[in-house]
């Protein structure tokens, strides 16, 4: 799928055009900080672009075959078979949009060929078990970020304790055992630098990643074939 794949905008009607316009109004009137007014403006234009449904978010995906949402390279059976990684970016990007707390609906259109071999039940299935299957390869990515962590960790404290030790033990009596011993305290702490930057920051974009994921794989899929031919 390269370049077929485009997202489905929001028509607004007129009661909805009437409340932007309201909105707008009140943006341009108001004396609110900058930082408001950017947080709005952004609730807006997801409100333009975006369909909502039952309080789900509508990610709208318009391709003209169902096989332009697989990967080609792929040789497993449908349902077994990778999604497109324009699509899966697509889907991604647009979630990332939103809040932890958005649910999710994505909806297929079929715009002019239906392939018989792919029904819609294996279209929202192959989408489902796609990112059920990113969830746990991110998952144990994460598990292994955090072991790392735990393993550079040790080794870190381990340095931090010798260095402070030799240090700290050393006769500063003279300005050269002086520059050593502060030099051997600077090297031990540097040495904790990457095993807290692990423990404590690394591991959270893949834990962010994972609840997405997983949150788009039990997000209901649609899919819309053309009228007539359904």
């Not at 055992?177 to 920051?201: C, D, K, S, T």
């Amino acid at each position: 799928m390269t370049g077929d794949a485009s997202s489905s905008f929001a028509k607004t009607d007129s009661g909805l055009f009437l409340r932007i316009l309201v909105e707008v109004a009140k943006l341009s009137a108001s004396r609110e900080s900058n930082g408001m007014n950017s947080l709005r403006w952004m609730r807006l234009a997801r409100q333009m672009r975006y369909h909502f449904e039952d309080g789900r978010a509508l990610i709208e995906v318009r391709v003209k075959s169902p096989r332009q949402l697989f990967d080609v390279r792929d040789p497993a059976p449908f349902r077994e078979r990778d999604l497109d990684d324009e699509l899966v970016e697509y889907i991604l990007s647009c979630a990332e949009e939103f809040s932890s707390a958005q649910q999710f609906k994505v909806i297929v259109h079929l715009t002019e060929e239906v392939d018989p071999e792919l029904n819609s039940a294996t279209i929202a299935h192959a989408v489902s078990q796609h990112f059920s299957f990113e969830a746990d390869l991110k998952r144990r990515q994460l598990t292994h970020v955090l072991r790392t962590g735990q393993f550079f960790l040790l080794i870190g404290l381990i340095t931090l304790f010798v260095c402070l030790g030799i240090a700290y033990s050393m006769d500063v009596a003279r300005w050269p055992q002086a520059i050593l011993r502060e030099g051997l305290v600077i090297f031990g702490w540097v040495a904790m630098w990457r095993p807290i930057e692990l423990v404590l920051y690394d591991w959270w974009p893949h834990w962010v990643r994972v609840k997405l994921l997983r949150k788009l794989a039990h997000s209901p899929v649609q899919v819309l074939e053309p009228k007539g031919m359904n």
